[in-house]
């Protein structure tokens, strides 16, 4: 009976962190999201990179989060 209550809150717990770290997440830009989609939905960033490379990688700052760009798609985006 101890074992099953251990696993039954392990499983519990691991439900809990995994929609913990989603919420987290759902207050970014999603990967492949358009360059102008980011910006209707997050407004107007506070520093816009200069693109550089080939492909075009840049990155734009928000208050909280930094978002990369392949050239005109999001690919990926970090808390500060």
Do not use: C
């Amino acid at each position: 009976m101890k074992k099953l209550k251990q696993v039954l809150l392990g499983m519990l717990l691991t439900i809990f962190i995994a929609g913990y770290v989603s919420a987290q997440q759902s207050d970014f830009p999603k990967r492949w999201m358009t360059a102008n989609e980011v910006e209707q939905q997050y407004g107007t960033p506070m520093n816009k990179s200069e693109p550089i490379g080939n492909p075009v990688i840049s990155f734009w700052e928000y208050g909280n989060f930094i978002v990369f760009f392949e050239n005109d798609s999001v690919l990926h985006s970090i808390r500060k």
